[in-house]
């Protein structure tokens, strides 16, 4: 099983930026379709981001705000998120998927608050 290890989490102020990090144990991690979703209080796990291969996707909420990348040689998935909003605090976790494996990181909370 791929063990997830999210970080970079924190208290923001409204407009500013942060950037988590994903690492992903595993030796064929280019090959994992990888995710970021997001938990806020009282709603549903919605996804925010994924990328497989080069190709990337994005939540509506979050185009042109958030990026997601991944270092393939340093196992890492990123997202950097920037011109944050109160309605972007949630827990952040990172997904992994490839064939039957369904892996989840423990979750990093973001909190965007003056």
């Known amino acids: 099983q791929v063990q997830l290890v999210e970080s970079g989490g924190g208290l923001v102020q409204p407009g500013g930026s942060l950037r988590l990090s994903c690492a992903a144990s595993?030796?064929?991690?280019?090959?994992?379709?990888m995710g970021w979703y997001r938990q806020a209080p009282g709603k549903q796990r919605e996804l925010v981001a994924s990328?497989?291969?080069?190709?990337?996707n994005y939540a509506d909420s979050v185009k042109g705000r958030f990026t997601i990348s991944r270092d393939n040689a340093k196992n890492t998935v990123y997202l950097q998120m920037s011109s944050l909003k109160p309605e972007d605090t949630a827990v952040y976790y990172c997904?992994?998927?490839?064939?039957?494996?369904?892996?989840w990181g423990q979750g990093t909370l973001v909190t965007v608050s003056s």
């Open positions: 997904n992994a998927r490839w064939g039957a494996m369904d892996a």
């Open positions: 990328t497989i291969n080069s190709n990337t």
């Open positions: 595993g030796r064929i991690f280019s090959f994992y379709a």
